[in-house]
């Protein structure tokens, strides 16, 4: 959804070669098999640092501070290609409130150990924990972006959630 985003932005076609995931796109670019491709950073940073893959944009709203020198889409004249690859912990609704607050306060201490924080810098990850009320919001946010990508893309939703 990402390329189609970007595809609108410069208002260029492409050939659309789905992939079930990064690690099977990262592995298609370098092969030669398509010429390029939009992974999740975490997947594709190994290759970055190791100079098999060229980073040429950052989806963000900012540049990454692990590749400082990649611009980002917006910086190149394509606004509006902002994505960024972010995860947290969700529990079933109806959860008990004492329940809920455990476990974000356990997954909190482990985003506290070095060894975590070292983990997800290293894999060009930013720790960023936010309060439930903020990472729904997000989620909100996320599923909003994604039916406009889809509208672009010409695609229809198969679910009632958009």
């Known amino acids: ?15 659309h070669v789905p992939y079930k995931g990064a690690s099977e ?18 997947v594709a940073y190994p290759q970055i640092v190791s100079g098999n893959l060229k980073a040429l ?7 990454n501070p692990q590749l400082p020198k990649v611009p980002t889409f917006a910086e190149l004249g ?6 960024t690859s972010w995860g947290g ?3 079933p609704a109806g959860m008990p409130d004492a329940i809920a607050a455990r476990i974000q306060s356990a997954f909190e201490q482990a985003l506290k150990q070095p060894s975590v924080r ?21 989620f909100l946010d996320e599923m909003a972006l994604t039916k406009t990508m889809m509208k672009r893309a010409g695609l229809l939703a ?3 959630i958009f």
């Open 1 to 15: 959804m990402g390329v189609e985003l970007m595809l609108s932005s410069a208002q260029v076609r492409a050939t």
């Open 158 to 160: 198969q679910s009632p």
């Open 118 to 138: 070292t983990g997800l810098l290293n894999a060009s990850g930013e720790i960023a924990p936010l309060p439930p009320e903020a990472y729904t919001r997000g």
């Open 78 to 83: 394509l606004p509006g290609v902002e994505l």
């Open 25 to 42: 796109l990262v592995n298609a670019v370098l092969g030669n098999q398509v010429t390029f491709g939009m992974p999740i950073l975490g």
């Open 57 to 63: 944009a950052i989806a963000g709203t900012k540049r």
């Open 89 to 91: 912990i969700s529990v």
